[in-house]
């Protein structure tokens, strides 16, 4: 079965960090690009990083540049998400995504997510 | 960046009727770029239709995209219960991705 589950969510104050993790199974990882999708309380869906295969391409939202940084290992079949100077604005559900290119392929397959909040 | 504008926010109808929803591009977009996802309570998004027409793996025919240029419909052509839900589209023809904001397809 193809699957992605993401973990690492929880509370955390403003300023702190944490580090989101994607483990997939049931598909080829390396053959997919992959991303963030976050969706705040109540609201809409926001992309927030994506990675080629390769991790030779790396995007990011506007909103988080400069505070997040997306990786993977291709041999552990995980994506990462490390979240630095979380403020409460980044306080979502964070789903990962797979997506058969890095910029013009739609995404076909997403985990459950995993909230954060943010949080004094 | 591409902002995608949704319309209706909310359709109010019955099982059995034809739902019409709306997604209106800043600029004109690639049709292959476009895509339509259904999320219900609690539960992640679900790709439908990718290419603005093409139907994901196991989507029912019921639901059909189409348009181009900057304006794109998907079409659910007899409303099942379970497709009470709220819709995106999406652009993911550069960097970055966008979403729209949404339509919530809602029981009459």
């Known amino acids: 079965e193809v699957q992605l589950v993401e973990s690492g969510g929880g509370l955390v104050q403003p300023g702190r960090s944490l580090r989101l993790s994607c483990a997939a199974s049931?598909?080829?990882?390396?053959?997919?690009?992959m991303h963030w999708v976050r969706q705040g309380p109540g609201k809409g869906l926001e992309w927030v990083s994506g990675?080629?295969?390769?991790?030779?391409?790396?995007g990011y939202a506007d909103s988080v540049k400069g505070r997040f940084t997306i990786s993977r290992d291709n041999a552990k079949n995980s994506l990462y998400l490390q979240m630095n100077s979380l403020r409460a604005e980044d306080t979502a559900f964070y789903y990962c995504?797979?997506?058969?290119?890095?910029?013009?392929?739609?995404?076909?397959?997403w985990g459950q997510g995993t909230m954060v909040t943010v949080s004094s | 960046e591409i902002v995608l504008t949704q319309s209706p926010g909310t359709l109010s109808l019955s099982p059995g009727e034809r739902a019409t929803l709306s997604c209106r591009a800043s600029q004109s977009i690639t049709t292959i770029y476009l895509g339509w996802y259904q999320q219900k309570p609690g539960q992640a998004p679900r790709l439908l239709i990718y290419?603005?027409?093409s139907r994901a793996t196991g989507i029912p025919d019921r639901f059909s995209g189409s348009g181009s240029g900057t304006d794109f419909t998907l079409t659910i052509s007899r409303l099942e219960p379970e497709d009470f839900a709220v819709y995106y589209c999406q652009h993911y023809g550069n960097s970055p991705p966008t979403f729209g904001q949404g339509t919530k397809v809602e029981i009459k």
């Open positions: 995504a797979r997506s058969g290119c890095y910029s013009d392929c739609a995404f076909d397959i």
């Open positions: 290419g603005a027409s």
């Open positions: 049931g598909f080829a990882f390396d053959d997919y690009a």
């Open positions: 990675i080629s295969w390769r991790s030779d391409n790396i």
